[in-house]
């Protein structure tokens, strides 16, 4: 290989690289994409916080893991089942809301409940 086809070589790859980065960004900054997997999440693994770690509110969920956990085997699942059912709306919600709305609500203004 020549130099020049060495170096044009090298600047294809910069490129790619640059690409990329660009559309990862972009994917993973849009507010759909959270809104739906927050949304999803939400309602089938709730009672684990998973959708709020996804949309950066970590106290919450671990809320909801500790809640789950601890005090589902304290009360027997009753406090679980709560859980599960409150997720499942707020999976709901997230669903149902506009992109706009959800972004607005949940990314920009960190609403971190319903």
């Known amino acids: ?6 170096g044009n070589f090298g600047d294809d790859l910069k490129d790619s690289a640059k690409e990329f980065k660009e559309s990862w960004n972009e994917t993973t900054r849009s507010g759909e994409n959270k809104k739906v997997l927050a949304g999803i999440l939400a309602i089938l693994l709730g009672g684990f ?15 909801l893991l500790a809640g789950t956990m601890i005090l589902g085997v304290i009360t027997c699942g009753i406090f ?5 059912i409150i997720t499942l709306v707020e999976g709901i919600i997230y ?3 506009s992109d706009e709305e959800f972004y607005q609500t949940y990314q920009v203004g960190r609403r971190p409940w319903f």
């Open 95 to 97: 669903l149902t809301k």
């Open 80 to 84: 679980s089942g709560a859980i599960w």
């Open 49 to 63: 916080g998973i959708h709020k770690f996804i949309l950066g509110y970590t106290k919450e969920g671990i809320i």
């Open 1 to 6: 290989m020549s130099e020049e086809q060495k």
